[in-house]
């Protein structure tokens, strides 16, 4: 079996530290990849951190915007080759026989869904072990294709912050003549500027102060409000058609749903510790909405990623050694990088 050396977490409460395991043998239609960079996602801090509630398994190798080449494949498989760059994304199985997955929607996967890390393997019944590692090994038809124009190291976030931004936009019509606001500018507000500035949305980012006012204008975002001030909201109300709400913390999600249109829809994305409420009246005097939406299928994932390569968008990142993620962990927490910390796989390998 194809070992790798990896950082796992061995308790909520301990730092990351080094981990040596054992991937299964690749079978008929596995492709086995040698990870070059994988995107550090803020979920990933609160999976090994246990602060979700899940009955979590450790050691947890975290990671789940994986980018790499494949180094050699199933004797069934037919989308990938040895040299090839591949992408593994938030999930790497799922039931297959649902109508979700049938539908090509496997994050809404009815039966079992297998997580990229924190699930169990179908083939071996193990737990599964995320890209904070050198080596994945993953059915072809969970792998996604990354191409030459864009680079493996701005491509990785695209696997989890990308489409979970991506598919809300789609989802509810971001395009020319739409007004979208993006709630916090962070791992994932960034890329939802981006992507709604390159459907041709009309876009205006939601920020907790004004710091962030070149960089906003900088992703293609028309103007940046500073949230702080209250007349902000006086301002925007019933101005937007869409919001993403990206953000991670405890906010009220009632001020944000009085920025909408008659029909506006509040997409959630962020997934706070907290449960949020709100205020029944801001939605039912307008008609507005609040969804969710949870990153995006295989199909879509691949779309966003053909997206991202013909518009030349990548993810901005802070490329860093396996070594530092401790110290990311308590960055991300003071949302000291912009926008994505990326770890260099080959500062395990040496």
């Known amino acids: ?36 960079f994988c995107g550090v996602c803020h979920s990933d801090l609160h999976q090994v951190r246990g602060e979700w509630g899940f009955d979590n398994a450790y050691p947890m190798v975290p990671g789940h915007e994986i980018v790499g080449k494949v180094e050699a494949v199933g004797n069934k498989v037919s989308k990938f080759k040895p040299g090839d760059t591949a992408g593994v994304g938030v999930f790497v199985d799922s039931c297959r ?7 090509g929607l496997e ?17 071996t019944g193990k737990p599964t072990y995320g890209g904070y590692s050198t080596k994945v090994v993953v059915d072809e038809n969970y792998a996604l294709k990354i191409s030459p ?39 994932l507000g960034h890329m939802g500027v981006k992507l709604a500035a390159a459907m041709g949305a009309e876009v205006t980012v939601l920020s907790s102060s004004s710091k962030k006012k070149d960089d906003a204008a ?21 101005f937007f058609d869409l919001i993403v709400d990206t953000v991670s913390a405890d906010h009220d999600l009632t001020k944000y749903a009085e920025l909408l249109k008659r029909d506006g829809t509040l997409a959630l994305v962020g997934l706070p510790a907290k449960a949020p409420s709100i205020v ?56 000291d990088v912009r926008y994505r910390f990326v770890i260099d796989m080959v500062s395990l390998k040496a």
């Not at 489409?163 to 007004?179: D, E, H, M, N, V």
């Open 1 to 36: 079996m194809p070992s790798a050396k990896a950082y796992a977490a061995h308790q909520s409460k301990e730092p990351l530290k080094p981990f040596d395991l054992q991937r299964r043998e690749p079978g008929p239609h596995d492709v086995l990849i040698d990870i070059h």
């Open 97 to 103: 026989s649902c109508p979700s997955c049938k539908e």
């Open 107 to 123: 994050q809404y996967c009815e039966g079992v869904i297998t997580w990229t890390y924190g699930g169990v393997e179908k083939e």
């Open 149 to 187: 124009k864009l680079k493996p190291q701005e491509a990785a976030p695209l696997l989890c912050a990308g489409i979970t931004t991506y598919s809300p936009l789609k989802q509810w019509g971001a395009g020319p003549g739409k007004k979208v606001g993006v709630l916090g500018l962070g791992g």
């Open 218 to 238: 900088r992703l293609g975002a028309k103007a940046l409000a500073d949230m702080s001030n209250p007349k902000s909201f006086s301002d925007l109300a019933g």
């Open 280 to 335: 029944p009246f801001a939605l039912t005097g307008k008609r507005r909405k609040v969804s969710g939406s949870q990153v995006g299928g295989v199909m879509e994932t691949q779309e966003m990623l053909d997206f991202c390569a013909a518009k030349g968008l990548g993810a901005d990142v802070e490329v860093i050694p396996m070594q530092k993620i401790n110290e990311a962990f308590e960055r991300m927490l003071k949302n």
